[in-house]
């Protein structure tokens, strides 16, 4: 999972900086830092409910 988010955040990185493109570069720099933290939510979501019990 860490592979898909470090390439989207390239291929947003990588794409031209035109007005554009911005759109398309915000959403692929979205998902790849959504891709990136997904993991870390879970485990948040997963001590809130541990701790809760």
Do not use: E, K, Q, T
Request: a positive charge; charged letters at 10%.
């Amino acid at each position: 999972m860490l592979y898909w988010a470090c390439g989207l955040l390239a291929l947003a990185w990588s794409l031209p900086h035109r007005r554009a493109m911005r759109a398309s570069r915000m959403v692929l720099a979205g998902a790849g830092l959504g891709f990136a933290l997904l993991p870390m939510l879970w485990l948040v979501v997963a001590i809130a409910a541990m701790s809760s019990a």
